[in-house]
């Protein structure tokens, strides 16, 4: 197994159409039941009755909500005693066991060398981990099954590799427009703007303390242990939460693809085979927002009005598992002060594979989200999403 330095070059990006931002759904609820219950237990649904016409794996996309933000002021709503590291920690190990996917994309991970690594192994399931950078505890991991799969290669990426760029002058123009987007913003700041900037950030006027955000990702390339031994590239990330700066986000999420070229162009190249890429995470976006079509820049054609010649330009164009089948899921962050869809399972429509089920979610009426999360039916304040992927040789 191999491990990759993060490459100092960057592709450039296509531009991108401007397209309105959605406005945050606020859903008011009852209050929750302050009795334990059964962790709630998804299942996956079937998109088609059709056979199965070759291998099959599942990958799981899910923000377990990192026990170091866990305050009962920020989740007034939530029973005291769900919230504590011994209850929470039973309870996402048996959402997670239950499950039964072969590949989970976990975000929000602590305690993971003193609890996650673990248990998990001994269920089988190996993982590779990528904590944040700064003072952060949390970080991103990929879990997979000894029996499903075998890693032959990984990397992590680090955002803050933004900044370096900046520094260096190795951003490309793409990805350099939203850092000068970051520095006009900023000088608006400068002019007397009541936007609220916490005081953590640092100084928001200078552009490299603007996108150093701390935000990590990793990425992983499997050989699934069937009768053709495809390769699976699986990358895990968690984007930037704030709304008010969407122009880091965006960045970000610019940068991510130019780190999947490189990784799925290097993987083609060393292994002399063609790969799979599917892409999870908690990318605190809505369907529709900038970040949102930045990643499924590959099907604008259709919905924006993007010409063939720009798409050749993408250089990861990707689809949404849940929205190219049944559509995005109506929230997957349920809170009282904000419900809404941030998590998502992205795959390369041009590979070999197909979704053929999703995990079901819940719905705003179910008694089992009443109240907000977390509860006793749901140990994190996201729920976990699920695809269930079909290989089939010359798809």
Not at 244 to 262: F, H, I, M, S
């Amino acid at each position: 197994m191999l491990k990759l330095k993060a490459s100092p070059f960057l592709f450039p990006l296509p531009a991108l159409p401007r397209l309105p931002i959605p406005t945050f759904t606020r859903t008011v609820f009852c209050r929750m039941s302050a009795t334990p219950a059964t962790p709630h237990h998804p299942k996956f649904v079937s998109l088609d009755e059709n056979e199965p016409q070759g291998t099959r794996f599942r990958v799981v996309s899910y923000n377990i909500l990192a026990q170091v933000y866990v305050k009962s002021a920020s989740f007034p709503h939530s029973p005291s005693a769900c919230l504590r590291w011994k209850a929470r920690s039973k309870a996402v190990l048996a959402v997670l066991k239950n499950l039964g996917a072969d590949f989970l994309c976990l975000q929000e991970v602590d305690e993971y060398e003193s609890f996650y690594k673990g248990n998990m192994e001994s269920n089988g399931i190996s993982s590779i981990y990528i904590q944040r950078t700064g003072q952060k505890r949390d970080g991103c991991g990929i879990f997979y099954k000894h029996d499903s799969a075998e890693m032959i290669l990984q990397d992590t990426i680090d955002y803050n590799d933004l900044v370096n760029s900046i520094q260096d002058g190795a951003l490309s123009d793409n990805v350099r427009s939203d850092a000068q987007a970051s520095e006009n913003k900023d000088a608006k700041l400068k002019d007397g703007s009541t936007q609220k900037v916490p005081q953590d950030r640092g100084d928001p006027n200078d552009p490299c303390v603007r996108l150093k955000r701390d935000c990590v990702g990793i990425m992983a390339a499997f050989k699934l242990k069937d009768s053709h031994n495809h390769i699976v590239i699986v990358a895990n990330t968690h984007i930037y939460w704030d709304p008010e700066w969407e122009d880091v986000k965006l960045a970000q999420a610019k940068y991510l693809l130019l780190r999947l070229a490189q990784f799925k162009a290097l993987v083609s190249e060393r292994f002399k085979c063609a790969s799979s890429l599917i892409v999870a995470g908690d990318f605190n976006s809505t369907p529709g927002d900038k970040v949102y079509e930045c990643l499924v820049s590959g099907n604008l054609l259709s919905s924006s009005g993007t010409t063939a010649e720009q798409l050749e330009d993408a250089p990861i164009p990707l689809r949404s598992a849940y929205g190219s089948t049944r559509g995005e899921p109506k929230f997957t962050n349920c809170t009282p002060d904000f419900t809404d869809t941030l998590d998502y399972i992205f795959f390369s429509p041009s590979d070999s594979i197909k979704p053929v089920s999703l995990l079901e979610l819940p719905g705003l009426d179910s008694s089992d989200v009443s109240g907000g999360l977390p509860n006793f039916s749901h140990p994190s304040d996201h729920l976990p999403i699920g695809v269930e992927f079909e290989y089939v040789c010359g798809l």
